[in-house]
């Protein structure tokens, strides 16, 4: 098993909702910045959404004002809400976790999930 461990993709019809989740260790949580990338058949990846240790959000244009990423600190888990989905969203999802440039860089840079699949389809 990995660092980083995802769950809650399925099958769901366009205007349906998922949420995903991603769980790390304590110390990865605590200092790292979490993320959620997705790859669809034959497309590049790209990030879905991001958030830091200090709460500060980033989104897709593709995504923003559908999805909403967040943290919960007493689980050690980063969430992604995905709201209002459309078949163009299907594709992988990975969670991350990246390296601040603040911390030691000794330490690993970043940590990949293994994927969750997301099919919006009907």
């Known amino acids: 098993q990995g660092q980083l461990a995802e769950s809650g993709g399925d099958v769901v019809q366009p205007g349906g909702s998922l949420r995903l989740s991603c769980t790390t260790s304590r110390i990865i949580f605590s200092i790292y910045n979490m993320g959620w990338y997705r790859q669809a058949p034959g497309k590049q990846r790209e990030l879905v959404a991001s958030i830091t240790v200090t709460g500060n959000t980033n989104y897709a244009d593709s995504v923003r004002g559908r999805f909403t990423i967040s943290r919960d600190n007493a689980k050690n888990t980063v969430y992604l809400q995905m709201n209002s989905l459309k078949p163009e969203d299907t594709a992988v999802y990975y969670c991350?976790?990246?390296?601040?440039?603040?911390?030691?860089?000794?330490?690993?840079?970043?940590?990949w999930g293994q994927g969750t699949q997301v099919t919006v389809s009907s």
């Open positions: 991350n976790a990246d390296r601040p440039r603040a911390v030691n860089p000794g330490l690993p840079p970043n940590y």
